[in-house]
């Protein structure tokens, strides 16, 4: 991190405004010098915190100028009041900056249902507003953790029309999640010319690539947000729909989301190891998916992995309750090149030795062909520890 | 148990037969002295184990007289072997009790993937058949225990036509259990006659309000087998889908298995509580067991719960991602009859002792209404604490 997570025209800060607790970085500030073309992927759970459904209305015209997240208190179930404390303190902001409140996002993530105070907000804004910086973006990381053992960056660039964009990125988030359409918290900043529309195309087409193909419990938060902002100020031709770079920066842009959505796995709560599960062959990519999604969330495929043990039987059995429809008798099933399993038979205590070394790994894969279509997807998931359950045993109290 | 777990004309039997482990119980046999109306449910996961896919096959004809069970291999992913293997086996039942091979029902349970060898059960057959007994159904119970911790059993006895009628049942499961027809493995044995049809029809209505109920972990097994065999020796009228009694001893079926379904739960791998995830006022039952379905899953609610933490957040969390439609703002939420949620907004620190002391018991039910509609079902789920990662991280190895 350092002065790589710097680009032109964004400056960050964070204080510690004890929201919740004391003496730890909690309250964190994004600012654009121009207003920005802004996208947002939001979480698909019904129950939606203030902040998210906020944010939702804001960016319907496709611009924002500030960012300020809070990682004490979700802000979700919190009613009418919920609400008008999200306006109130995304108001602190926007006095505080001298720019209008619709361009002003609020984010949060913390615990559920519990109000927040506005007196700690107030208090703290002067000193975050005079602290922002371009070297800030680090302090923010690490301000928007709550179960995080490490902060979550990650720094791109790429040619558009001649010129050298940047994208810096942000995210945090180890439990409560299996995002859909977004993970915990997730900001993305550029100084690319984007065209609105060709921006929020591209975040959903990332987003679908990268936050949401990952799961640590198989919870989606009330409170997934990723955010991607675009202040042009690298000067280079506008990226719209037709635009010749188009490809090359969404290419840069899955790439950067990919890899702090991978990030947030090998940080999964508890979590020791990152596996990824790709299924081939299978009816349709959208079945390779849900199969991947199934085993990737099994918590007897994940203890089986925290145990290095390589019981495919386990893996074989989320298969056959996923929905999907195959051929059992001509499943093969491989962890790393290691393969297990050819025709939906074991191969037997000669691989068994080289499939538990893979397992010994910090990283493998397990590889699942169907041998009935042409569908491919992958899914990225963590181990299930006994740190797992100490943490989620004792998270809130 | 013991004497207690009897029921006219059927005897049983265990021994150690070495078929994976040495010197435990793994073979066992329920023969009934006279041929009896029988009917099964099984696992709904595509991949159903040998055993399963041929005593689907045996049942067509609603007549089953024997019932053998190995609880060291699962015969699960065994191809044309494992089916050859599951016929072999079950032929050796046939001439060592002098009846036909089709009325032999074969069930298995333990590792997936692996061959059975016959010759522990050729070696082991003269012995277990010698022992059958009328006490010996306690042996059974006892020796189709994988990782179970205790043996389940239950018994029932009702009036139909004038005759008591008595209804027996033993259970195995603690582990890959969100059984969907079934559960790993349960026999019922009554000396009730019955007509086929209705013996099916009663099974599949109790299985739905039992076993189709429970989840430890959300797996769910290739050989979830539920076998219900009625020998009619109680001499009463043949229950059939006009019998006046039919519904009475539908009743005591269904609170025969749930007792057994709730057995498995309490001793789920690692399990210290019990609890009943009630949700009432939603748009449809199905809606209601499906929002149920999702939180009993949830391994944030269910860490919470062994934390002994009335962390409402994650359910409303859970809530909110279960697919059904709601209004987040018009949820109660309640730990037995201490409501911590009120339209959707907490009450704060005033109800949160009390919630913690429901929260201490062995048992307590968390009822969620949604106030949309009258549609109602419940789950039953477990905690989930350190030991189940214990127990999985090194279950096979």
């Known amino acids: ?21 004391k003496d730890r970085l909690d309250l964190a500030l994004i600012y654009s010098e121009v207003p920005a073309v802004a996208a947002g992927v939001f979480t698909t759970s019904l129950v939606k915190a203030a902040p998210v459904r906020l944010g939702m209305e804001r960016l319907r015209d496709g611009r924002a100028q500030a960012i300020m997240i809070n990682s004490g208190i979700a802000n979700a179930c919190t009613g009418a009041e919920g609400m008008r ?3 109130a303190t995304g108001k602190m902001v926007a006095d505080g900056l001298g720019i209008a409140e619709e361009l002003v996002q609020v984010s949060s993530t913390g615990v559920i ?26 302090d923010v990381a690490r ?37 859909n359409m ?35 419990d198989g919870d989606t938060s009330t409170n997934d947000t990723v955010l991607l902002l675009a202040n042009g100020l690298a000067g280079n031709p506008v990226i ?17 989301m990919r890899d702090l959505a991978l990030q947030i796995v090998r940080d999964g709560e508890g979590a020791t190891k990152l596996i990824t599960i790709r299924v081939t062959g299978a009816a349709s990519d959208e079945a390779a998916v849900a199969a991947a999604r199934t085993i990737a969330n099994s918590n007897l495929v994940k203890t089986a992995f925290f145990g290095e043990d390589a019981n495919w039987g386990r893996i074989i059995a989320a298969l056959g309750r996923s929905g999907i429809d195959f051929d059992a008798e001509r499943v093969d ?9 050819a025709s939906g038979l074991g191969q037997g205590a000669a691989v068994e030795s080289r499939a538990t070394a893979v397992l010994k790994q910090k990283e493998f894969s397990v590889n699942i062909d169907l041998h009935c279509g042409n569908g491919c997807g992958e899914m990225y998931t963590c181990d299930f520890s ?4 100490k943490i989620n045993a004792d998270y809130r109290s």
Request: proline share 5%.
């Open 85 to 87: 404390l999200a306006r």
């Open 240 to 256: 719209d729909a037709a635009a010749p770079d188009k490809a090359a920066f969404q290419a840069v842009l899955n790439d950067l």
């Open 113 to 138: 249902g519990e109000q927040l105070r506005p007196e700690p907000f107030a208090a703290a804004m002067p000193g975050l507003v005079g602290k922002l910086s371009a070297a800030g973006l680090a």
């Open 333 to 341: 099933i491989a962890f790393d090149d290691v393969r297990m399993v």
């Open 1 to 21: 991190m350092g002065d790589d997570l710097q680009v032109q025209g964004f400056v960050g800060a964070a204080v510690a405004a004890h929201i919740r607790k």
């Open 386 to 389: 006994l740190d797992y359950v």
């Open 182 to 216: 977004a993970t915990m918290l997730g900001f993305v900043l550029t100084d690319a010319a984007v065209a609105p529309d060709a921006l929020a195309g591209m975040l959903k087409t990332a987003a679908d690539c990268s936050f949401n193909r990952i799961t640590v």
């Open 143 to 179: 301000a928007i953790m709550t179960t995080d053992l490490v902060p979550k960056t990650a720094v791109r660039t790429v040619a558009v029309g001649g010129r050298e964009v940047k994208l810096v990125g942000v995210a945090k988030g180890s439990g409560m999640i299996m995002p």
